[in-house]
Every structure is written in structure tokens, then in C-alpha cells.
């Protein structure tokens, strides 16, 4: 079954691409075979910008309208956009969960195309350095990800009003660290539960 959204809480999650950046062991994606919450986020076609507008209904009824995947949105920045601008024409609020590597996958700074369309931005930091980053998250850009990911937070700072970079508290991860790193790149943190257990 294609899900193009589901809720969590008061939420809609976006579901619009498998596609991603990274390939992290700990993804649902591999790790439950794409089940998440009762859902199957296994896409057997990624939906048009129509499908996914039409899966949501009325954004208003959400708290926010987030782009999650399991995969990263940021990989159709044009669906992105359009989609997101129909929420917010609605009076919805959007959100972007990222692996923060677009920037890097297209070539260019794709950050100022989302200026009025996304409220908020999320950016997984799952790593304290290069290395353990590119250990823990196998991303395509491997060691220089790391860097990547954090110039991508400094900038989207200058385009979404609220950035935050966000960790899983994944076993053996210093989320102190990420924590500073955050506070020094002058955005906002959160960290995240490591969920042991599917829903
Ligand atoms: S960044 Fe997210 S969607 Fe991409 S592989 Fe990692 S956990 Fe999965």
C-alpha cells in the first residue's frame, strides 16, 4: 500500500520519496522493513505533487505538516516547494526533516528556494565527527558529509526561522556533543528517542 501520510500525534508525517542521502543501518527502512507506527512506508511509486496534497486535507487541522519520509524529501526540492506552498497558502504549518545533504546532492544552495515556504527545519546529526558520522550513517558524500551537514544548518538559518539539528540517541553517541555543536553552529537541538521497539 503506498502511504503518502500518517499521523503521530497531532501531526501529518509526508511520505513522498524512499529515496535518501544516507543509508543508516538504524532506519526503519532496514530495520523493519519500512513499518512504522502501524504504517507501510514502502512506496511502490512516489506520489505527483497532486497525490501528496491531496493525501493531506485540511493542513490546518495539524499542528504542522512535516516532510519525513522514510526518506529525504529534499531529494525533489520542486515537490517540496509546490507541495509546501499549498500548505501554507492553507494557513498549515510546514516542517522538513533532512539529512541536511542537499545542498551537496544538487550541486547548489537550494536553501533560498524554500524561503516563505517551510516555517521549520530539521537536521539529523547523528555523530560528533566525520568518522563516527560517516560509521554510524554510511551517507553518500561519506566523511565530508559531516561538515556538509553543519554548513547546511548555519545556512538554512538565513531562510527558515526555526532550525534546530536533532540527534538519536542512538547507543554509544555523545548527544552532548552534537548538543555543543548545534549551540555553536547557533541553532536550536533536540535530541531524539532510539526507538528499540516498532509500534
Ligand atoms: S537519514 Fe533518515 S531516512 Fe535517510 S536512511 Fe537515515 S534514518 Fe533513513
Given amino acids: 500500500m503506498n502511504t503518502i501520510s500518517y ?5 501529518l508525517y509526508l511520505n513522498i520519496t524512499n529515496r535518501c542521502m544516507m543509508a543508516c543501518p538504524y532506519c526503519i527502512k532496514h530495520k523493519w522493513d519500512n513499518k512504522f507506527n502501524g504504517n507501510d512506508l514502502k512506496l511502490e511509486k512516489e506520489p505527483s505533487v497532486e497525490e501528496a496534497i491531496k493525501s493531506i486535507g485540511d493542513p490546518k487541522k495539524y499542528n504542522e505538516v512535516i516532510f519525513c519520509g522514510y526518506g529525504d524529501a529534499l531529494v525533489n526540492p520542486q515537490a517540496v516547494k509546490e507541495i509546501a506552498k499549498w500548505v501554507k497558502d492553507k494557513g498549515g504549518k510546514v516542517r522538513i526533516n533532512t539529512a541536511g545533504l542537499a ?3 544538487h550541486g547548489k544552495n537550494i536553501l533560498p528556494e ?3 515556504l517551510a516555517d521549520a527545519i530539521s537536521i539529523s546529526l547523528n555523530g560528533t565527527n566525520p568518522q563516527e558520522h560517516n560509521e554510524l550513517n ?3 558524500f561519506k566523511e565530508e558529509s559531516f561538515g556538509e551537514i553543519i554548513n547546511f544548518a548555519k545556512e538554512a538559518k538565513k531562510y527558515i526561522p526555526e532550525v534546530t539539528i536533532t540527534a538519536v540517541e542512538l547507543p554509544g553517541l555523545d548527544v552532548s556533543k552534537v548538543k555543543k555543536i548545534a549551540e555553536d553552529a547557533g541553532v536550536l537541538f533536540r535530541p531524539r528517542p532510539y526507538l528499540e521497539e516498532n509500534e
Fill in 114 to 116: 524554500l524561503k516563505g
Fill in 7 to 11: 499521523t503521530v500525534g497531532n501531526n
Fill in 138 to 140: 554510511r551517507p553518500m
Fill in 103 to 105: 545542498n551537496r546532492y
